[in-house]
């Protein structure tokens, strides 16, 4: 096993250093004479005999308790279901990177439903889980309604068996029904809405199957969300021209909707996107558009949230691809990742570890391609070793970011992470004014 001592980070920023040691619990914020002195004590393995400024930080180290997130070992556990009711949609997003409602359109039965929340319900079981939880995802999953009602009356009875609380979450686009939306906020826990900003610029990149637009609907239904106390956060996907207007978009949704979170995240070239010409924002706008815009969030107490940026989590996998996720798909393909929602898809060989039997009413486990997901932790990407995120983004997405295994020098989306990461630690260390100055520039991702 490493040393944990390579967990430990002097990250430059301008003229001083962000000390940050994620698994030892300690981060701080250090001149160049401090940041020399602890490098020097880490080089030697001797943190005493420190001067009174270094001497708190190293004796932090030296206390500290580091835990490596271990790799995925023993009987599949999941924490939760993710259900797919259905990989149709009843909106066109200019990007979707799955095509949804263009390519497999199928709906889930209520054979594989019950078989996937029996499974969940004897995982709960055997392991004495605290709740019976399942999300929704997909497509859209609130196009397949009676499915999802199945899921939730038999869920919540399987909970009570059990004598443990139900609880459901989702992933949605909220274009349903005025009852739909105020069902949705009675019965689940916590929705991520995708809402790309003001009506001009959502319905530009949300329309209907039929090109109209959404965000009246989508408006609407988030604000019965808020006012019904579901708990909810928006998404929003960032391409180049998005990206300039990042501070008003925050604005708009900090000012009409009151969120938990907003997660901004850069477009993924890829999918639809490819038919209609969408590109990626330029890294360096990407960052100064998040940077401008958290300055927006702070005065209205809302957080930014960024999928790989996340220094709240230490974890193996930035989606729990490696750590036991149970994905079923609407075929019965039993998979780590989203993206393999069906078995035709082309990240089925990759990330399938199984299927539901139907005919037995039960859920089958490969053991090989079990152990085959699990090992595509962040602990065994060589690309990841010595980046001082790696235990926030965990490698990022292993279909977009960083492939399993992968070992080619960081990329510009690395670049990105590791930057807004530095920005996200100087935010929770309450140095704003140092915050708001992070740009892209250097190269972050080895420690100093």
Same mark, same amino acid.
């Given at each position: 096993m490493p040393s944990v001592l390579e967990d430990i980070f002097l990250v430059p920023f301008r003229d001083n250093f962000v000390l940050h040691a994620p698994l030892h619990?300690? +981060? =701080?914020?250090?001149?160049?004479?401090?940041?020399? !002195?602890? @490098?020097a004590g880490l080089a030697s393995g001797d943190l005493t005999g420190l001067s009174p400024q270094a001497r708190p930080l190293g004796e932090s180290l030296?206390?500290?308790?580091? #835990?490596?997130?271990?790799?995925?070992?023993?009987?599949?556990?999941?924490? /939760?279901?993710?259900?797919?009711? +259905?990989?149709?949609? &009843?909106?066109?997003?200019?990007?979707?990177?799955?095509?949804?409602?263009?390519?497999d359109c199928s709906y889930m039965s209520p054979e594989v439903c019950e078989?996937?929340?029996?499974?969940?319900?004897?995982?709960?079981?055997?392991?004495? @889980? *605290?709740?019976?939880?399942? /999300?929704?995802?997909?497509?859209?999953?609130?196009?397949?309604? *009676?499915?999802?009602?199945?899921?939730?009356?038999?869920?919540?009875?399987?909970?009570?068996?059990?004598?443990?609380?139900?609880?459901s979450a989702c992933t949605t686009n909220a274009f349903m029904s005025e009852t739909h939306a105020r069902w949705v906020a009675q019965h689940l826990s916590f929705a991520l809405v995708s809402m790309d900003g003001p009506a001009d610029m959502h319905d530009f990149y949300r329309p209907t199957r039929s090109?109209?637009?959404?965000?009246?609907?989508?408006?609407? &239904?988030?604000? #019965?969300?808020?006012? *019904?106390?579901?708990?909810?956060?928006?998404?929003?996907?960032?391409?180049?021209?998005?990206?300039k207007r990042l501070p008003e978009v925050v604005e708009y949704f900090c000012r009409e909707f009151q969120p938990t979170k907003i997660n901004l995240e850069p477009l993924i070239e890829h999918g639809r996107c490819l038919e209609t010409g969408l590109r990626s924002p330029a890294p360096a706008e990407f960052v100064s558009g998040v940077v401008a815009a958290g300055r927006v969030a702070r005065l209205w107490g809302v957080e930014l949230k960024l999928t790989t940026a996340q220094t709240e989590r230490l974890a193996q996998s930035n989606c729990m691809v490696a750590e036991d996720n149970f994905v079923v798909a609407p075929d019965g393909l039993v998979s780590a990742c989203y993206g393999a929602n069906h078995r035709g898809s082309l990240q089925a060989p990759d990330y399938a570890i199984g299927e539901v039997d139907v005919a037995e009413?039960?859920?089958?486990?490969?053991?090989?391609k079990l152990a085959r997901? @699990?090992? /595509? =932790?962040?602990?065994? #990407?060589? @690309?990841?070793?010595?980046?001082?995120? *790696?235990?926030?983004?965990? =490698?990022?997405?292993?279909?977009?970011? +960083?492939?399993?295994?992968?070992?080619?020098?960081?990329?510009?989306?690395?670049?990105? +992470?590791?930057?807004?990461?530095?920005?996200? #630690?100087?935010?929770?260390?309450?140095?704003? !004014?140092?915050?708001?100055?992070?740009?892209?520039? =250097?190269?972050?991702? !080895?420690?100093?």
């Open positions: 619990g300690v +981060t =701080g914020f250090v001149n160049p004479t401090v940041a020399a !002195e602890l @490098r030296r206390r500290a308790n580091p #835990i490596r997130p271990g790799e995925r070992t023993g009987p599949f556990s999941p924490a /939760y279901v993710s259900l797919l009711p +259905t990989n149709d949609c &009843n909106m066109r997003c200019l990007y979707c990177a799955p095509g949804a409602g263009s390519l078989a996937a929340l029996r499974f969940q319900a004897a995982v709960v079981r055997r392991d004495e @889980r *605290k709740h019976l939880m399942v /999300y929704y995802f997909g497509g859209e999953p609130f196009v397949a309604w *009676k499915l999802v009602q199945f899921a939730d009356v038999l869920g919540r009875e399987l909970a009570a068996e059990l004598g443990v609380p139900f609880r090109g109209k637009g959404t965000h009246e609907v989508v408006a609407r &239904n988030v604000r #019965i969300f808020r006012d *019904k106390g579901l708990p909810f956060a928006l998404r929003c996907s960032v391409d180049e021209h998005t990206v009413k039960a859920v089958r486990i490969d053991p090989a997901v @699990r090992s /595509y =932790g962040v602990a065994n #990407i060589p @690309r990841c070793r010595r980046c001082f995120a *790696k235990w926030h983004c965990s =490698g990022g997405c292993r279909l977009f970011h +960083t492939p399993p295994s992968c070992n080619a020098p960081p990329n510009q989306l690395c670049r990105v +992470t590791q930057t807004l990461t530095l920005w996200r #630690i100087l935010m929770q260390l309450r140095l704003f !004014e140092e915050a708001d100055r992070v740009r892209l520039n =250097g190269d972050l991702h !080895e420690s100093s």
